[in-house]
């Protein structure tokens, strides 16, 4: 059977694009119109490009680019994306080629691509290498996640769980621990407590606006859910649920270190997958796990604690780089790196000089 050729459109319809991107492949929340309209506000230009054959969507990019403080240049990404059946050799080749053209015309250094392919598709990497993208070494997005899939019945979903897992559910439900849905009012509760849980687990953090503004942004039109932990009136923790197509992400989470003898955080994570499964989500991604699976690994503690929920470990391809020009490439992610890291060597060398009452050298 003949197959319709491809035709490129740009969109600006919020409706139109997220209807297209929902419908395909691999689909994923950093490629909705609303994940582009948020990183507008914060020094990046979405420029949404949807492939169709015959009317129907079967490609799409929503591609972020950032101008460099001097010059034309900048940097472009596709966040998780593009989203495409990537069984179809010739239909990734058309829409990498697109991306290839959208670089070079915008006078890229590179344009970065991380979607969700599993890393044992050798065929898509040997594809990628092939026209010249590199395996980056920074990659935005985390590599690995856990998912559960929420095609299952609730009895099938606790009977995977471990059994400490079930009994803390259980026993917050026992101790008066409460999950409720709520919505934009209690943003800056959250950000309260995530302020905390950031200082207790040593990560860093935004101001609030910039997270009042991404939360917010999803909260409002219907595509993340903030739900809270609490007893006898007592605010516990709480987690946002992002999702679109057909899964939910679990990207934010925070907690009090009051009464974690309750298990809040795990009657919020079994509350979230319930109702995540109830609005028809058929994958609970809980958005992040290790490079490596040892105890050595900074979230490792993290992994335990997502693994009891059941989740299966998933692998992604990881992020890819297309250089326009490759010189350029290599002084901007691998020359200035090193000079600055440098520049921070001298000065904290400086600084202890200094303090120790050294004098500092010149020449």
């Known amino acids: 059977m003949k197959r319709h050729s491809l035709e490129l459109v740009q969109v600006e319809d919020r409706w139109r694009w997220n209807k297209a991107v929902a419908g ?61 059946d990537y069984g179809d050799a010739e239909l990734i080749a058309t829409v990498l ?139 516990l923790g709480g987690l946002i649920l992002f999702h679109f197509g057909d899964r939910a992400w679990y990207m934010y989470g925070a907690s009090t270190d009051r009464h974690r003898n309750l298990m809040p955080n795990h009657l919020l994570q079994w509350e979230a997958m319930r109702w995540a499964k109830a609005q028809g989500y058929s994958f609970y991604d809980m958005w992040g796990a290790p490079d490596v699976l040892e105890e050595s690994d900074p979230m490792w503690g993290v992994y335990r604690f997502k693994m009891g929920f059941g989740g299966e470990f998933a692998s992604w391809l990881g992020a890819y780089d297309w250089p326009v020009s490759r010189p350029v490439y290599w002084l901007y992610t691998t020359a200035m790196p090193r000079v600055l890291d440098l520049l921070r060597w001298r000065h904290r060398r400086s600084e202890r000089r200094n303090m120790l009452g050294e004098a500092p050298e010149y020449g």
């Not at 898509?124 to 993208?133: A, D, N, P, S």
């Not at 095609?151 to 026992?174: P, T, V």
Request: overall charge positive.
């Open 24 to 84: 395909l492949p691999s689909a994923h929340v950093l490629q909705s119109y609303e994940w582009g309209d948020f990183k507008s506000r914060h020094g990046w230009q979405p420029t949404r490009l949807l492939f169709e054959r015959g009317h129907e969507a079967v490609a799409a990019a929503s591609v972020l680019l950032r101008r460099l403080p001097r010059g034309p240049g900048g940097v472009m990404y596709v966040p998780k994306g593009p989203a495409l």
């Open 97 to 235: 080629t697109e991306l290839e053209g959208l670089a070079r015309a915008e006078r890229a250094i590179f344009i970065k691509i991380d979607p969700d392919v599993s890393a044992d598709r050798s065929d898509v990497k040997q594809l990628l290498e092939l026209r010249g993208w590199r395996a980056s070494s920074e990659q935005i997005q985390y590599r690995n996640t856990m998912l559960v899939d929420l095609r299952r019945s609730e009895d099938e979903l606790l009977s995977a769980m471990k059994g400490k897992w079930r009994y803390n559910i259980r026993l917050a439900q026992r101790k008066g621990v409460e999950v409720h849905q709520v919505g934009m009012d209690d943003l800056p509760l959250f950000y309260e407590m995530y302020t905390k849980t950031s200082a207790r687990d040593e990560f860093i953090i935004r101001p609030f606006s910039y997270y009042a503004d991404a939360w917010g942004t999803f909260v409002s039109q219907g595509l993340a859910q903030l739900f809270l932990a609490r007893c006898e009136g007592d605010t």
